[in-house]
C-alpha cells in the first residue's frame, strides 16, 4: 500500500512539474514580452528646456530628424533623435520603465498612461510624449 501510494505522489508531482514548465515564458533581459511599451508609436510632441514643438506643426524636413521610439519585444527598444539611433534595453522598476543605452551613461525614464507614453531624459531637461498608433 505505501508502495502504490509513494508511486501515484511520484506520479502527480511529476505531471505537476510538467504542466508548470510548459507555461508561457514573459521574462526577458529583465523586461516582459507583453510589456505595453511593445506597440508602435507616434511622436505627440518634445519639450527641451521648457520649450515644447508639437509634431503638428513640424515641416517633412524637419520630422524625420524628430524623436522617434520603437519597442517591438519590451525589452529591446531604439530611441531616434536628430536621425540617429540610440539601441538601448527597457527594465521595470517600481511601475516605470527604464531604458539603459548601449552608446551611454544615460538612462531615460519612461511611463505609460492610457495610450500615452512619456520618456524623460535623466536630467529632467528633455521629454518626449508619444501615442499609440
Avoid at 519585444?73 to 539603459?100: A, L, M, R
Amino acid at each position: 500500500m505505501k508502495k502504490k501510494l509513494f508511486t501515484t505522489l511520484c506520479c502527480a508531482l511529476l505531471t505537476a512539474g510538467l504542466l508548470c514548465g510548459c507555461g508561457k515564458d514573459s521574462e526577458v533581459k529583465g523586461g516582459t514580452a507583453d510589456s505595453a511599451l511593445a506597440s508602435d508609436w507616434e511622436l505627440v510632441s518634445f519639450t527641451v528646456n521648457g520649450e515644447t514643438t508639437n509634431a503638428a506643426d513640424m515641416v517633412p524636413e524637419v520630422r524625420k530628424k524628430a524623436p522617434g521610439f520603437t519597442c517591438s519585444d519590451g525589452v529591446n527598444c531604439v530611441f531616434s533623435n536628430n536621425g540617429k539611433d540610440h539601441p538601448g534595453t527597457v527594465k521595470e522598476e517600481n511601475g516605470k520603465y527604464v531604458i539603459e543605452f548601449d552608446d551611454t551613461d544615460q538612462n531615460m525614464i519612461c511611463t505609460i498612461d492610457g495610450d500615452t507614453l512619456t520618456i524623460v531624459n535623466s536630467k529632467g531637461t528633455v521629454t518626449t510624449v508619444f501615442k499609440m498608433k
